[in-house]
């Protein structure tokens, strides 16, 4: 029987390259080849053991690779067909998808919703991470790759461009708004190229790293504060007059970054949040307006499905954002515990690694 | 020089009946002689220093009355027409109104948004607990009571059914929604009648006296819980099959209320929250699917404006709901010191009082 | 081979009843052995041969039954159960579904979208006037009834009630909305109950007929107009003060409803158009304000899947609609195309019949 | 008494500069000398008569200029201030404002709304093709022009802009949408523009003069169709592999591009229609799927008020969108005359004239 390479999880703070057998082929899956994958913040999170998963697991949720064989109920795609598909991939059937929540799908029985069921990846079935992954019910979640883009290029499009994009969805933006965005990683900085996209007229971006705030602007930021410099709430509210802005996106998942985003929004704004937090939340109650402020608090797991990644992989053919510059440094996937390494540390500047198997 | 009663703020825990100098009509003003009023919880925070107010103003945010006097710039209503005008009375111009929030309306000046800031009768100017009151911003604010309809079948308008309503909407009810309501006094019946005329097919209301649960029924509620008799959470989630509520409604202000509708919460739903809170509110994490759980929090202030007052009136004109029924007390201006007494301490299963000057 | 009674197409103006095998299931299918079912407008249309279909297609789109067997990928169903699917439905896994318009389902293929392409029963597949009828894409489609309701009381479920009530959805009613209603057969006597669950405060209908606009008051309206008796157009005007409506919903298909339905309309309205046309249509230069009105146009097909499904039994199981009410006329499978005489002709006050295997 | 310059409607066909006595300012409106103004497609209308205004009526609604002077009521600006006003210019206070609409403001009597009742400078009110003009209810109107931008900079803001951009509004785009815009005048060009910044990511354009085209590359157009030289309706459907476009603008008001707009459309689209037309419409019945394909048809008048031109200016300021280069042509408003000359025969390559008095 083949076998394969593959991350799996073992225990608190281990990550290991294993051998694994060929997953095997259901009538609903596509079993791909992958030519690229990369590491995200969450999977840093289970590494640590902080968002359990079950020892033995592969791990990974953002494929790009090649069709190797395709289930029985799979059509209009074909073998050797270059795809990505989504770190969120719902069978798109449940209550919970034709009600509009794919992200939380529940499954097939009942009527339920599943908080993050959508997200199935390194999750709960094995990741892309590994030589060859299985996509499950691939003919809701397979996306072609357009001719003529790396690899790298849509890299970020299962999952980083999806949820930073969602960040600015949810925000409401409308063309002439102010938007605040807290946090310039990976996430943040492609919610600054969808508060962009969405026709915000002032983008002002925080973090405490030059580095990505130069990034920043290059995605689209107009004015960029480093927390270490200066006091972001009263400088923010200085820049608007007093006013705060329409918008703040949360791109951390800290306590410190989502009241500030409150702390800078005006009545009537939208908190969009799409950090992952570790611990309760306080809602400062004169942010807050004692609950009398017209606020909204959205928060928004990122969206999958192949019409979502053929927009986003749209998006990126016609240059109107450039993702792969956010690939930093690049690792075979036999040296990926040396990416988990540097990554989870963030060391050397590192924003995304580039895994190929 | 014509004198009035009127009912003022004084130091904590005092209010007063007192004679003041009948208002001078400015050109965007109207005279109301007020035919009725009632006290609204906010004025009970106000009464005891929770909420502060200058010492000697008339408070009072809820008017139906005739009009006596119009100021010169304000057409299209006659002397003798009787009225009511919206708790919140913006003058619809500022940037905030313009840019759907009048509610937080900033003012004319810059283009600043104010908490509240539509909120001024009782407030930022006299209120409606008196002979008299003038509504400012006259013309964007007065509402002619259709004929048939007595002072009491209408006086929620102007802030109970307005807020209880707009927790419906802002919690975005499609046909066929199971919606939770916390707490059943004036304004969470309001609520309960709001989710009923959107169109939800299952509303739980939840309070702790069996009174409101009952008129509650006549609200439109499906099911009722006692929270004294079972534990809320594990009912409603229970009664859903373990899905959670479409919509949870808020209507207290309190951290267990809100943390409760958020516990009953199915990931993608929308708590809508009309309470005002007192203090810090705590978001418990996993309820919150660690931010993940593509959850939306709404808060609203009471929309105002003689259009929405016309659509409310409406609404009881054509039978839709029965909200004198929530009169349960009434008094003379003279007697409103008494009035507060009974209200503030919840006494003699009172819901709301009828003043009459 | 078993083979079992079902009503095919044949040619214009004929459909008999016939002899077919039992139809094969496949994985992804559910057979239902039909209980209930009813003939809609559209089938008289193909009947007529002017809708198209394959001669010897077995027509009918509003199934009521019990599952017979269940195909090897159908998950959380039992044979047995009584269940409904709605009149389209969709794979909900395609583009067009995941982009939001399942009705419009274009297919696992390529990116496309069909016209109607969620329609399947009775147009591109074998319909439900049948002993036994296959649900394709069961999984997503299959609807289980609710204890303790009838056959007849789901009946209008699949299609009636669903393509009325997106009628009243489409519209964006809001509470203390005016809305005129055009035509009262009953998917406009859906679309006034519908208008009644979203909140509008006045509800005129029009039609020719006085016994049903005396059903319109029970569902709902507020007003009834005979078109035979008063200028529709002119006393709607009259009835707003000149306003006009704030939403008027088409729901007959003819050049006269929709030009009056635009015609009553206020600028910054929506028209939303439930009918089929059968002609081109046009759009009157004043009554469109030259195209600078504001005026939303809308159109909506019926919408389908379990969970629209599963939204609306729950309305009727929840007491807020009785369509039990439209069946007026009850005939065995057997004589059906004594049924189809009837329907076709409008005889008797025909409004719906029910049509048992 | 002082005398001014002005453009006054004579009869059909002739437009004059004539002398006027200096408008008489009352306590809600301000007085501008303007500085710089426009000519816009409308003015051409009302010179051919097709768009009857009252002879003597100063025309033209696109003014920047300087406050001269300020009425009693309005507050926050001051004197010698640089700014502009929209085309529309409504009160705000009446229903039809606080419902949504003020473009369709029907004025503070009564509870109605008037087709473009919004719009008064040169329809229902002296325009600004003049030395001088008063903006009524200044309060709700003037917006500050940010430092450093020129009047022909900010001259797109008070129509053309507000216009070409609310019809990327109202076609509901979201990130990834493939747009098509039919014509590229000033209007289409925004409308370019503005589907580029709501994240459009192809977005297709129609003209039939390659100047044009060669702007809208520059205003964001992805892919430009002389119709002159391909079958527009099939090449559209190539171009999206037979999709057809999420959503249509239609920016000339004529049958032709109204219908190319619907024949191009996906079902579920939205065409988004801001032409003015000048006779009735058809709806072709195969391209409108009978009534059943999903389709929004929207129409919407330019936006106005000072939140809005706020925005826009915002949008100048942030170097965005460059507006200027549409100005191709400049007069003196002792010139009007000839300019109107120029603009009503399309001569030269017009795509804007700037006014200067």
Request: aromatic share 6%; with cysteine.
């Amino acid at each position: 029987m083949f076998r394969m390479k593959a991350a799996v999880y073992v225990e608190p703070g281990r990550i290991e390259l294993t051998e694994k057998p060929m997953p095997a082929i259901g009538p609903n899956d596509a079993l791909l080849r992958i030519t690229t994958t990369t590491i995200c913040g969450t999977d840093v999170h289970i590494m640590k053991g902080e968002y359990p998963v079950k020892p033995g697991l592969t791990i990974g949720h953002e494929p790009v690779g090649i069709i190797e064989e395709l289930g029985s109920n799979v059509h209009g795609y074909r073998e050797g067909q270059r795809v990505i598909a989504g770190a969120i991939c719902p069978g798109f059937t449940s209550h919970a998808c034709q009600d509009g929540h794919p992200a939380q799908d529940g499954g097939c029985h009942g009527h339920g919703y599943k908080p993050m069921g959508g997200w199935r990846f390194g999750n709960t079935i094995d990741g892309v991470q590994a030589e060859y992954a299985l996509v499950p019910d691939a003919q809701a979640n397979l996306a072609p790759i357009p001719d003529g883009l790396t690899d790298e290029q849509v890299l970020m499009c299962p999952d980083i461009m999806s949820t930073g994009f969602v960040g600015a969805e949810s925000a409401n933006i409308r063309i002439g708004d102010t938007v605040a965005i807290f946090a310039q990683g990976p996430i943040g900085l492609c919610a600054t190229a969808g508060a962009r996209l969405r026709g915000a007229s002032c983008i002002i971006v925080v973090d405490g790293i030059d580095q990505r705030l130069s990034i920043s602007r290059n995605m689209g930021a107009d004015i960029t504060l480093n927390f270490h410099e200066v006091d972001v709430i009263s400088e923010i509210l200085r820049l608007t007059g007093g006013r705060g802005v329409d918008a703040a996106i949360e791109a951390l998942g800290t306590q410190s970054t989502f009241e500030s985003a409150l702390r800078v929004l005006k009545p009537g704004g939208t908190l969009s949040s799409l950090g992952v937090y570790s611990s309760d939340l306080t809602i400062p109650l004169n942010a807050f307006c004692s609950g009398l402020g017209d606020h909204r608090i959205v928060t928004s797991l990122c969206p999958g499905g192949k019409e979502r990644m053929r927009r986003l992989l749209d998006v990126v053919s016609a240059g109107r954002i450039d993702t792969a510059s956010l690939v930093t440094h690049r690792y075979a996937l036999d040296d990926i515990v040396e990416a988990y390494e540097l990554f989870a540390h963030q060391r050397d500047g590192v924003l995304k690694v580039a895994i190929t198997p």
